[in-house]
């Protein structure tokens, strides 16, 4: 039998725990008890929601109604941004070769270290806070690269995030994404007329397989396509859109991803996604303020019973 498979048989092996506690959380009577507490912790933080004006409100808006959002570093005017975006080039474009949980390179360190100082500034996490309606957690940074091979594989597939109920995703394009060059896309929210909000199965489907599924073709119009610049932002909700990498023929991709989600997630076990392991995190919370580590820290608000499940490594 060869290697990979025994290495794909162990990863599932491991990961036999976290699909267990999925499964029992999904059952009617549990989902019930639970939905009934995330409304209520939202109903307790809904007076302490910050007040958003010019683009935060309108992400927060736009991610309410359609899943989606997209602007500009420039446009964003975020603190530090320079440094982010250069940080994100480095580690794109040098010779990083992650392999968690690796110690990290000097160089490596300060590059994910602004990555981190930049997603915890304080208009990302307003606009996280006010569409989740609670305290963020931020789930670390991943530097993305997709081959132009034009493979449907991976997260080149349809799918939906499985971290949380709702989720927010920043994409930063550190070069001109086209057409051809494997655009992030998202089936409008609209096909789907909001039955993923409460539905935790996470098939991975392919463009065939999600038509299949819709028993119709998908045109055009029912995909957003987020091509755009070196520099462009998108906010997501990618646990509630079905989304993917456009496979990509023209020109491999280079993005930086920031994940945010309820500090009190709904299937924890499935976070933890980032190229940083906990430790290398936790050592960047503790030069942060407070509030800032507690978003870093999330996993040390679960409750015992949820810590209990190791974290799913497929």
């Given at each position: 039998?060869?290697?990979?498979?025994?290495?794909?048989l162990?990863r599932?092996?491991?990961?036999?725990?976290?699909?267990?506690?999925?499964?029992?959380?999904?059952?009617?009577?549990?989902?019930?008890?639970?939905?009934?507490?995330?409304?209520?912790a939202?109903?307790v933080?809904r007076?302490?929601?910050?007040?958003?004006?010019?683009?935060?409100?309108d992400?927060?808006a736009?991610?309410?109604t359609?899943?989606?959002?997209?602007?500009?570093?420039?446009?964003?005017q975020v603190?530090?941004?320079?440094?982010?975006?250069?940080?994100?080039?480095?580690?794109?474009?040098?010779?990083?070769?992650i392999?968690?949980?690796?110690?990290?390179?000097?160089p490596d360190?300060?590059?994910?270290?602004?990555?981190?100082?930049?997603?915890?500034?304080?208009?990302?996490?307003r606009?996280?806070e006010?569409?989740?309606?609670?305290?963020?957690?931020?789930?670390?940074?991943?530097?993305?690269?997709?081959?132009?091979?034009?493979?449907?594989?991976?997260?080149r597939?349809?799918?939906?995030?499985?971290?949380?109920?709702r989720?927010?995703?920043?994409?930063?394009?550190?070069h001109?994404v086209?057409?051809?060059?494997?655009?992030?896309q998202?089936?409008?929210r609209?096909?789907f007329?909001g039955?993923?909000?409460?539905d935790?199965?996470?098939?991975?489907l392919?463009?065939?397989?999600?038509?299949?599924?819709?028993?119709r073709?998908?045109?055009?119009g029912?995909?957003?396509?987020?091509?755009g610049?070196a520099?462009?932002?998108?906010?997501?909700?990618?646990a509630r859109?079905?989304?993917?990498?456009?496979?990509?023929?023209?020109?491999?991709?280079?993005?930086?991803?920031?994940?945010?989600?309820?500090?009190?997630?709904?299937?924890?076990f499935?976070?933890?996604?980032?190229?940083?392991?906990?430790?290398?995190?936790?050592?960047?919370?503790?030069e942060?303020p407070?509030?800032q580590?507690?978003?870093?820290?999330?996993?040390?608000?679960?409750?015992?019973?949820?810590?209990?499940?190791?974290?799913?490594?497929?």
């Amino acid at each position: 039998m060869p290697d990979n498979l025994f290495r794909k048989l162990g990863r599932h092996a491991v990961s036999l725990p976290a699909v267990a506690a999925h499964h029992v959380m999904n059952l009617e009577v549990i989902e019930s008890r639970l939905f009934t507490a995330h409304l209520e912790a939202q109903a307790v933080h809904r007076q302490k929601l910050p007040i958003l004006s010019g683009i935060e409100k309108d992400a927060a808006a736009s991610l309410e109604t359609e899943g989606i959002f997209m602007t500009s570093l420039e446009q964003l005017q975020v603190e530090k941004t320079d440094a982010m975006f250069a940080a994100g080039i480095g580690l794109a474009f040098g010779t990083r070769r992650i392999s968690r949980p690796s110690p990290l390179s000097e160089p490596d360190s300060r590059h994910y270290k602004s990555l981190v100082q930049w997603a915890l500034s304080p208009p990302l996490i307003r606009i996280a806070e006010s569409y989740l309606g609670l305290p963020v957690a931020y789930d670390g940074p991943k530097v993305a690269y997709t081959p132009a091979d034009g493979r449907q594989a991976g997260t080149r597939l349809w799918h939906r995030d499985r971290e949380d109920r709702r989720m927010m995703k920043i994409a930063i394009y550190l070069h001109e994404v086209t057409e051809d060059g494997g655009p992030l896309q998202a089936i409008k929210r609209e096909i789907f007329e909001g039955s993923t909000d409460r539905d935790f199965r996470y098939p991975i489907l392919s463009h065939e397989d999600l038509e299949k599924q819709l028993r119709r073709k998908i045109a055009d119009g029912d995909i957003t396509s987020c091509t755009g610049p070196a520099g462009t932002v998108i906010f997501m909700d990618t646990a509630r859109l079905f989304h993917r990498g456009k496979p990509a023929v023209a020109q491999s991709r280079h993005v930086v991803f920031h994940s945010y989600f309820a500090r009190t997630p709904r299937h924890p076990f499935f976070c933890e996604r980032s190229d940083l392991s906990r430790s290398q995190l936790g050592s960047f919370a503790q030069e942060l303020p407070p509030d800032q580590r507690s978003s870093i820290l999330w996993y040390q608000h679960l409750p015992r019973f949820l810590k209990a499940v190791p974290k799913s490594i497929v």
